[in-house]
């Protein structure tokens, strides 16, 4: 920190406890970690961060700049050390204010650093802050304190729960420290309390933000989006497959399986060290540093890996027993070859004038590498940068030389080489034979770089390139149709569908298939079931819209992150009487999560049918003048088309092809549209009636069984892009025993005739040349003048084992790139420099004016002011502005106000923490924690005084006001009842705390709490509805409503209403409303709906009679119906939302629904005519996005025909002998599973099993068909322990070589898996009980040798006085080489200070003139010495001016 002396200018230190102090080497100086410097006489309100502060590098620090000097203000002193270590820290720099009066702008600034990741075995740096505590007593007891995260009322403050069952929750400290993560999800920091802004590139306030590619500011074209589907094939015989490799660094992956069958992950570094990870249940999962989101429903599977991806992951899927399930898949995959322009070749010539050029290579951005150019040109959004051009020493050579000396021919001066024009278009689009042809001609380059063509004798030193070459080899896209979707219909003729996709040899769905050619995708299907329909044949969609008996309203459809039709709202009817037609878009839609935008998608790409674009609609009925009928003519219209329709019908005519060329294939009949009287097939099918199209014939062809063949898995990735690489795949000779079975079993390789493939190939057999590798160049020391840009250029060599090698400059083949730069070479532009004078009042509100003078920086970097005209092209800046200070004595201020709520508190449940705000009253549980709020205006919150019963409140320790005005009341009791008034000024508001429960008679009267009654009638009917979770922990009712209405009506009719309004408390805003009543609603709402879990509200109630034929009754209860009945109705009301969907069930199985058992709109279950055939165990099942839940009913029918039927077992009144009540109970007795035979590999268990009859003291054995009408017997053998023998291994150690985790300590690797008795590979979830080994540990290596160095001290900012600092630089290198590397790798070791201060002495004797810092003489030059300030620090150089 810099500057004299604190006390002399009035400032004062306020520092915040952070636990960490440091102490300086000097007893008179105590630096605190987080502080704020502000004066005595002036505290403000706001931040006192500056975010839009840039860094400053060293050079710079020191220097004022121009804003320093004309506000007055001192320079920036040094920055502090970071707050952190690794994982984003802040620091902060302090300036002094050298004028007695008030300094414009702040005297503290930050900004980010360490801006590295930490290693994983760091942890969590606000869990590091909680587990701080644990040594200390909260409430008497030792606690594990775990982070509260993502605090959305105080991001900032250290909030911690106690790790158990407790549930305890406390605010260990006011704020965390600085560097702590707002949120989890973002990069936003916490610095000095306050949660500051920071974008991608780790600066104060910048608004930049990831594109989906993971670059910072980018524009996404570093990345191309992929998705697609899977569909599992169990019918193939595998037990797993392969749904897609997502390689290296993609992001945004989201995964859904729907379906029996699960996923689980493998993973495989650029080291070709695999892993692999079983997904057992929902959370957060870990793999190779990348974190995964799995989530397990009952129908689906959902996975999400934000990125990026720290390795290549394989998505597997086990197949389960069921149906197939289907994968729908997509991410953003990084284009790992990209363009890469090189720097400018050496110059042709030495002098004279001459030229050079760029080139552009193609760089893999994976593994760091130059690579052959093709693999960028694998991509098309790829372009080759052109190469540029440039004159280069331009200086005439000398006369002496008598010519100019032109560089040997070499790889910059090239040789005449071919030169080639571009291929021309490939002759074909796909599917091989396409030929691609250019021209190529011998060119050479003369003096002046002119390139013109020659001889082609000349070239011959070189292999001319080829001027043909084939193209497009790859096959062309072929449409994929999926399988048939079930029939629409139940009875009759109906509909099936399927999804017909456009395949490339790539395995995408990416298009450009023949649309001519694609196969349907709707036929018409037959279900041999008639339907009885006697009343109405018709369909509800085939009637006349008049003849709709209602109209069903479509809920608006949101787009949700699984692709959906989404249908636009309807148009208008066509016509305005009559019969019309109405018209709407329909669109296949996704939300894409990260970037928060809708996707339109091919029709193809969403699941179900697609809803209809158009229906029929019908307004009013036309009138005619002439009294004409409608609907006759219509319906004489209708007649006549069904006579014209009657020419022509359906006729088989044939079949296609077979679908296969052996192993049993399938035909299709065609059918064909035939006019009767000509036999012709009719070219347009619509005149056939397609209600009565035939149903489709299938018949087997080409049934003799297929030879063995060779069937090849997929190629694997090359293991190397330089030197010599392998891919490998997996090929096996099957054979399908038979049409009928799916099954392929692999056969001997003798038995395939054609040549085996080669199962391996190899691949990238190059070696990578040596390559100079320049780093990007820094900042321009200066914006203006004569500035200097550096970089690091070293010369590496990547070897074909895949280590990169630092070898001499002479093994590249040129000249080491320029490592400086001059830039910014234009003059800086004159500009005004300005300060403001003092204000012209010492109180109250006055002006301030400007003075602007004109200057101009010269060659040697001095300033001098110049005439003002040279600055008449810039704006002239405000000569006067406002200024405010301290408020005069004899000014008026705002008298305090409370800004009160007029309320009334009534708590329903028990809950922790109750907050209330003055003005109303509350009626509370006794132990409940109070929080009672006084909102102020125009008073601080410490003047706020609280009274309880007229007098001054007394602190409690159960009892208090806190620092910032609250009365705090943990675990309130009777005592705690009575009047609590805030008093502000002159300002008073109440307010009146009632115990529920309490029978103490208190002071406060029916007169000054009217609502008293009122409770007490409300809290009576509270058990009814005790159990219903919708209902808030607190109402809170309007006192002023609820006075008008008591006035008005009886207390019980308000009630009512109030029950009727928590009762559906979470639905539509209409609903709060009373239907009798028009009063507005009582009940305070919350602005925004909760979701929850559905719930089945249970009736205690018995069966209610409607009439004498029609009973209905609740689920949940036992229904007995003694006589038979027309109708039963068995209602299931639910809260939920969103609003559950409703199903049934009866004894555990789907119910069928017919004519006599059908499901109401409202979700209830209607019986009519009941028998004994209905009896048995009716459940309703309630469920949505967040859960379900069940309750169930036991119906029982007794006939009239004297027979009693208990538990579903009937019986004869007559028949005295049988027994009665509970002797008649009969049921299945299980004894215990005995020990399975095997513990692993297959085994049995078994248990007996008998029928017993009687009550449990005096059962019996019976024999087993007594109790069949009971229910199923249980099974009495299973099997168990499948799961194969297996155990863990492991293979050797890797090298060490990895990052270094400590001193000398780097950590290496080894491969763990799972293998059987044989020695074969089984998946990870086989050894899932036995104790993992460890995949990695630490080892010893000098690469990890690290060490500090310091360079030397800087000159000392002051001569003598106590502010004058120097710094110097601190960085990490290696012991051996000397080589810098990251920070963070040497944090083992204390960091060297990188600052000091410096010059301590006194500066002599009051009256002596002498300079005390080293910049008088830049103070003298920019004639700053009339400054008090400047010239008391300058006496001697000031002393003549």
């Known amino acids: 920190m810099t500057g004299g002396s604190w006390g002399a200018t009035g400032l004062v230190l306020l520092a915040v406890w952070a636990k960490v102090v440091v102490w300086a080497n000097h007893d008179d100086a105590v630096f605190i970690r987080e502080f704020t410097l502000i004066r005595r006489d002036h505290l403000s309100e706001e931040p006192l961060h500056d975010a839009g502060q840039k860094p400053e590098d060293a050079s710079s620090r020191t220097a004022r700049s121009e804003e320093d000097r004309d506000t007055l203000w001192d320079a920036w002193g040094s920055w502090s050390d970071c707050s952190r270590t690794c994982g984003g820290g802040a ?31 760091a942890g969590d740096f606000r869990a590091q802050q909680c587990s701080a505590h644990a040594d200390v007593r909260y409430q008497g007891q030792y606690h594990e304190w775990l982070p509260v995260y993502n605090d959305p009322d105080n991001p900032c403050a250290l909030k911690c729960k106690a790790e158990g069952s407790s549930g305890l929750v406390v605010e260990l400290a006011p704020k965390v420290l600085d560097g702590t993560r707002c949120y989890t999800e973002s990069l936003d920091m916490c610095i000095s309390g306050a949660c500051q802004i920071v974008g991608c590139d780790h600066e104060l306030g910048s ?33 797993e497959d392969t749904v897609v490799i997502i390689p290296f660094k993609s992001r945004h992956v989201r995964l859904v399986l729907k379906g029996p069958d699960h996923l689980y992950v493998e993973s495989k570094t650029l080291q ?30 959902v996975l999400r890996i934000p990125g990026p991806l720290r390795a290549d992951f394989t998505i597997q899927v086990h197949f389960a027993s069921g149906a197939d399930s289907i994968i729908q898949y997509i991410f953003y995959q990084p284009i790992i070859h990209r363009w890469r322009e090189t720097d400018f070749f050496p110059c042709s010539v030495t002098c004279g004038g001459g030229y050079q050029l760029t080139s552009a290579e193609c760089f893999d951005m994976r593994s760091g590498r130059v690579v052959v150019d093709q693999y960028c040109h694998y991509y098309p959004e790829n ?126 769905h990416a298009g450009g298939c023949n649309p ?57 009817c066509s016509r305005t009487c009559g019969a019309g037609t109405q018209r709407r878009t329909v669109k296949c839609q996704l939300l894409l999560s990260f970037s928060q935008t809708v996707a339109d998608l091919p029709d193809d790409e969403c699941l179900g049918i697609k809803p209809p674009e158009s229906q029929p609609c019908y307004r009013t009925p036309c009138h005619k003048p002439e009294g004409g009928d409608g609907v006759e003519e219509e319906e004489t219209e209708m007649e006549e088309m069904v006579q014209g329709e009657e020419l022509h019908e359906w006729e088989y005519d044939g079949f296609t092809q077979c679908s296969e060329s052996c192993g049993g294939g399938v035909q299709e009949a065609v059918v064909i549209c035939l006019n009767k009287q000509t036999k012709e097939a009719a070219l347009d099918q619509s005149l056939c009636v397609s209600a009565r199209r035939p149903p489709p014939l299938l018949q087997d062809c080409k049934t003799q069984p297929c030879p063995p063949r060779w069937e090849t898995g997929q190629w694997s990735s090359c293991s190397a892009s330089c030197g010599v690489g392998l891919m490998s795949r997996t090929v096996a000779c099957t054979h399908q025993p038979s049409r009928d079975s799916n099954i392929t079993e692999i056969v001997r390789n003798d038995d395939c005739y054609d040549p085996k493939p080669n199962p391996v190939q190899a691949c990238n057999r190059f070696d990578c040349p040596p390559m100079w590798e320049a780093q990007d160049w820094g900042q321009c020391s200066g914006s203006c003048g004569n500035g200097l840009q550096r970089r690091l250029v070293q010369c590496k060599q990547r070897l074909a084992d895949g280590s990169i090698l630092e070898v001499p400059d002479t093994f590249c083949p040129s000249k080491s790139p320029a490592k400086q730069r001059t830039c910014t070479k234009q003059q800086c532009p004159p500009q005004w420099v300005t300060s403001w004078s003092q204000c012209s009042v010492t109180c109250g509100n006055g002006i301030q004016r400007l003075e602007a003078v004109c200057r101009k920086q010269g060659e040697d970097g001095r300033h001098q002011t110049i005439d003002s005209n040279n600055c008449s092209s810039l704006a002239r800046p405000s000569r006067v502005r406002p200024c405010s200070l301290r408020l005069c004595k004899n000014s008026l201020k705002p008298g305090p106000t409370i800004l009160a709520q007029r309320n009334v508190y009534i708590q329903w449940r028990k809950s922790k923490k109750v907050h209330l705000v003055v003005g109303g009253s509350a009626y509370l549980l006794p132990w409940t924690t109070v929080l009672l709020r006084c909102p102020t205006r125009h008073i601080r919150k410490g003047n706020i005084q609280w009274l309880k019963e007229g007098k001054p409140m007394l602190s409690l320790p159960h009892l208090f006001v806190t620092s910032v005005g609250l009365v705090k009341i943990q675990q309130i009791g009777v005592s705690d009842a009575g009047t609590y008034t805030c008093v502000a000024g002159q300002a008073k508001e109440h307010l009146v705390l009632q115990i529920i429960g309490n029978k103490q008679k208190t002071s406060i009267t029916e007169d000054t709490n009217p609502y008293e009654r009122f409770v007490e009638h409300l809290l009576q009917v509270k058990s009814a509805s005790e159990d219903d979770f919708s209902i808030p922990n607190v109402l809170i009712l309007d006192s002023q409503k609820l006075e008008d209405n008591l006035r008005r009506q009886q207390g019980e009719q308000l009630i009512g209403q109030l029950v009727s309004q928590l009762f559906h408390y979470e639905t539509n805003e209409s609903t709060l409303h009373h239907p009798a009543s028009p009063q507005v609603p009582l009940l305070r709402k919350p602005h925004s709906t909760r979701s929850r879990i559905p719930v089945i509200i249970q009736r205690s109630r018995k069966v209610g009679m409607v009439s004498s034929s029609n009973v209905v009754v609740h689920v949940g209860s036992p229904v007995l119906l003694r006589k038979p009945v027309a109708t039963l109705e068995m209602k299931c009301e639910t809260l939920g939302y969103p609003e559950p969907f409703l199903s049934w069930t009866k004894n555990g199985k789907q119910l069928h629904y017919n004519s006599r058992i059908d499901l109401l709109p409202t979700g209830s279950l209607r019986i009519q005519s009941p028998n004994r055939a209905d009896e048995g165990l009716y459940t309703c099942t309630a469920r949505n996005r967040l859960g379900s839940s069940l309750l169930s009913s036991w119906l029982q029918v007794t006939g009239n025909k004297g027979r009693i039927c208990v538990q579903g077992v009937c019986s004869d009144r007559s028949n005295q002998s049988l027994c009665s009540g509970q002797d008649c109970l009969l049921r299945w007795r299980v004894d215990p599973w005995e020990p399975c035979s095997a513990s692993c590999g297959g085994g049995s268990q078994t248990r007996h099993v008998r029928c017993m009859r009687g009550p449990d003291d005096r059962s019996r054995d019976v024999e087993g068909h007594h109790c069949f009408g009971v229910g199923r017997r249980p099974p009495d053998t299973r099997i168990c322990n499948i799961l194969p023998c297996a155990s863990w291994a492991t293979t050797a150690w890797g090298l060490c070589n990895s990052q270094c985790v400590g001193p000398s300590l780097a950590a290496q690797h080894r491969r763990v898996y799972c293998q059987d008795t044989n020695g074969t590979k089984v998946a990870y979830r086989m050894c899932s009980g036995l104790q993992q080994p460890t995949s990695t540990r630490n080892c010893s290596t000098d690469a990890c040798a690290l060490q500090w160095r310091v360079g030397p001290w800087t000159q000392c900012t002051a001569t003598c006085g106590r502010h004058g600092f120097q710094s110097r630089r601190v960085v990490c290198t290696q012991q051996a080489t000397g080589r810098l590397t990251r920070e963070h790798q040497c944090m083992w070791k204390p960091r060297p200070p990188s600052w000091q201060r410096c010059n301590l002495s006194s500066c002599g004797r009051a009256g002596e003139c002498r300079d005390s810092t080293r910049y008088c003489e830049k103070v003298r030059q920019l004639e700053l010495c009339t400054l008090p300030q400047f010239k008391s620090r300058c006496c001697h150089s000031c002393l003549n001016t």
């Open 383 to 508: 372009i080759k940068p052109k190469p540029k051009l440039q004159e280069c020493n331009m200086e005439p050579c000398l006369a002496s030389d008598g010519y100019k000396q032109i560089m040997p021919y070499d790889l910059y001066h090239p040789l005449p080489r071919w030169e080639s024009s571009p291929w021309t278009a490939c002759s074909t689009s796909c599917g091989g034979g396409g030929i691609q042809s250019r021209s190529v001609s011998c060119v050479e380059e003369d003096m002046q770089g002119t390139i013109m063509a020659t001889e082609e004798w000349k070239c011959l030193y070189a292999p001319k390139a080829a001027i043909l070459q084939p193209c497009n080899t790859f096959d062309c896209p072929t449409w994929l149709a999926q399988e048939w979707s079930p029939c629409t219909v139940t009875c009759g003729q109906g509909l099936r569908y399927r999804v017909v996709l456009c395949i490339d040899h790539r395995g995408l």
């Open 516 to 572: 001519t050619t694609k196969p349907h995708i709707k036929e018409e299907c037959l279900v041999t079931v008639p339907c009885y329909k006697a009343l109405d044949t018709l369909p509800v969609e085939a009637k006349p819209p008049w003849h709709k008996q209602a109209i069903e309203l479509e809920e608006e459809i949101a787009v949700t992150e699984e692709p959906n039709f989404i249908p636009a709202p309807w148009q208008p």
């Open 91 to 121: 620091s902060y720099s302090l300036r002094r204010c050298l004028n007695s009066k008030t300094c414009e702008g702040q005297n503290i600034k930050y900004r980010t650093c360490s801006n590295v990741d930490c290693p994983v075995e």
């Open 272 to 301: 070709g060290v695999k892993s692999q990870l079983v997904l057992n249940k929902s959370g957060q999962y870990h793999l190779e540093n990348t974190t995964l989101d799995y989530q397990k429903l009952s129908d689906k599977e």
């Open 207 to 239: 608004a930049a933000k990831e594109d989906n590619c993971g670059v910072c500011s980018g524009d996404g074209s570093s990345c191309r989006l992929v998705r697609g589907h899977y569909k599992s094939q169990h019918a193939s015989g595998k037990i």
